[in-house]
């Protein structure tokens, strides 16, 4: 079981189809994944502000996923999938539905 939760932590994974709640916001995403990743307080506000610069999601961080554009939800999940930073990152089409500005 230990080795289980260990390997877990070592894979971020960031499926096809985007896995978000409706009602949270991109704050509020990044928040909940990086408490299910045991980050508290100032390290998961770091976390935070960085996936957020990194993935362009400065000016949509209050949004509520439901009114993102699909470009913006496949940032989000990307996001999501490299919190914890893990060494192995699965991505399934990551850019689908991004500008192409965003996939570079």
């Known amino acids: 079981v230990e080795e289980a939760a260990l390997t877990r932590s070592l894979i971020?994974?960031?499926?096809?189809?985007?896995?978000?709640h409706d009602l949270l916001t991109v704050d509020e995403h990044l928040d909940l994944y990086a408490g299910l990743h045991g980050l508290s307080g100032a390290l998961a506000k770091e976390v935070q502000e960085r996936l957020?610069?990194?993935?362009?999601?400065?000016?949509?961080?209050?949004?509520?996923?439901r009114s993102l554009s699909g470009g913006n939800k496949r940032k989000l999940s990307v996001a999501i999938a490299m919190i914890g930073a893990p060494r192995l990152l699965l991505l399934d089409e990551p850019t689908a539905g991004m500008d192409v500005a965003a996939r570079r």
């Open 12 to 20: 971020g994974y960031c499926p096809q189809f985007d896995a978000l």
């Open 52 to 65: 957020i610069a990194v993935c362009g999601l400065e000016e949509h961080r209050g949004k509520e996923s």
